[in-house]
């Protein structure tokens, strides 16, 4: 029997939704959890008599209902759930045609960058890097050939803030596709399609998952048409989630709520530590009043998120920094329970190249925080000491 369950089309509050939205009960059985549909295929009653389903790479129930869950929360009208962030983003790539150029903004994830650098351009399909953050220069790059922006706010790894209305607002004056990365906040955070994107893409590796135990990616369309766009390319590539990939990234939203509360209450912490420190030349992260972004954050996000970047002053060696740390987990990756640390210029962003990376800010000096949900004091500790080891 197919099961479709109830589907909740809106709740008042997120955390409900985060619980009870796209298909949360089992209709046949009334378990409170979606069924691992693991099956590559489905019987067919009759020629053309499908019961919803025909083939898992098309659709499969358990992915379903993770993709009825993130529209859901982000506002749109259909997701899509695909193996990783990257895979997600490069069916939202594949509606670009030969010719056509992406803006993106200046921090844009690592991969984000290597897939339009080396894998699109194969097929024409080329980019301009944009100062989003300044909605005069983003303006300028608006060339005919430009089709659409891809942006991250906060963007990794500097957290530089992009006011979405305003680049949006742009961009559709000009026609442009307006695609948001909100890896870095989740709809908890921030809600992009509400601020004017069309599309919002995922690494749902990250806070969505949230326990570092699953890869794979999320993409969300505001409207029918770009949906039916979507469900197209996703089918015909073929880069979907699995069965049991989709539940844990279900059962990882569950508790998407609490753990982000602990997370930014945890980080708004570290910041503050960091940016009284005396050893600390630079903090970045948009939750502090001081920093640059702050405003405009606030007028878009609930709060300045979890990611923080900073860098030391002279005088303190980095390597030191990352080989004393005891908690703290030097790791790619961001957005599990546990507190992770990166150096983007040598890890994260490597494979931007070094000249672009000065460019833009990503210095060799510079280190980024993915904070936990541990015991706060234990984070600071960790983080006193080893900036105490790393003093030459
Ligand atoms: C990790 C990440 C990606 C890529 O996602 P994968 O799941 O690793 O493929 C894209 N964007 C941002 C902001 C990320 O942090």
Same mark, same amino acid.
């Given at each position: 029997m197919k099961t479709k369950g109830r589907i909740f089309m809106s709740y008042k509050s997120i955390d409900t939704a985060l619980i009870h939205g796209g298909i949360s009960i089992d209709e046949r059985t009334g378990a409170v959890n979606v069924p691992i549909y693991q099956t590559s295929t489905f019987k067919q009653d009759g020629l053309g008599k499908m019961r919803g389903y025909e083939y898992s790479r098309t659709g499969n129930p358990t992915r379903e209902a993770l993709e009825k869950l993130i529209a859901e929360l982000e506002g749109g009208y259909a997701g899509f759930a695909f193996a990783s962030g990257l895979a997600a983003e490069t069916a939202v790539l594949s509606l670009l045609h030969s010719g056509d150029r992406v803006l993106i903004s200046s921090n844009v994830y690592g991969g984000t960058f290597r897939l339009l650098n080396n894998v699109f351009d194969h097929f024409n399909i080329t980019y301009t890097i944009s100062d989003t953050e300044n909605p005069e220069a983003f303006e300028n790059d608006i060339t005919f050939d430009v089709k659409a922006v891809l942006l991250e706010s906060p963007a990794n790894p500097l957290m530089t803030v992009t006011d979405i209305r305003k680049i949006a607002q742009i961009a559709h004056e000009h026609g442009l596709l307006v695609i948001v990365d909100n890896t870095f906040m989740t709809p908890y955070l921030q809600r992009p399609i509400s601020l004017g994107a069309d599309i919002v893409v995922h690494s749902a590796t990250k806070y969505l998952g949230g326990h570092s135990d699953v890869v794979a990616g999320l993409a969300i369309a505001k409207t029918k048409e770009l949906a039916d766009k979507i469900a197209f390319v996703q089918n015909s590539t073929g880069g979907v989630l699995p069965p049991f990939d989709s539940f844990l990234l279900i059962r990882g939203i569950k508790t998407l709520g609490v753990r982000l509360d602990r997370h930014v209450e945890n980080a708004l912490a570290a910041a503050n530590f960091l940016s009284s420190? !005396?050893?600390?030349k630079s903090v970045h992260y948009p939750g502090l009043e001081t920093d640059k972004g702050y405003e405009i954050n606030k007028s878009q996000a609930k709060n300045g998120g979890v990611m923080i970047s900073f860098e030391l002053k002279d005088g303190y060696d980095i390597k030191k920094f990352f080989e004393s740390l005891e908690l703290i987990t030097l790791a790619? !990756?961001? /957005? /599990?329970v546990e507190s992770l640390v990166c150096h983007p210029s040598t890890m994260t962003h490597a494979s931007i190249p070094e000249e672009i990376r000065k460019k833009v800010g990503i210095t060799d000096g510079l280190i980024r925080l993915s904070i936990g949900i541990e015991d706060i004091n234990d984070i600071l500790e960790d983080l006193k000491q080893a900036i105490n080891s790393s003093k030459l």
């Open positions: 420190h !005396s050893a600390v790619e !990756s961001l /957005g /599990g």
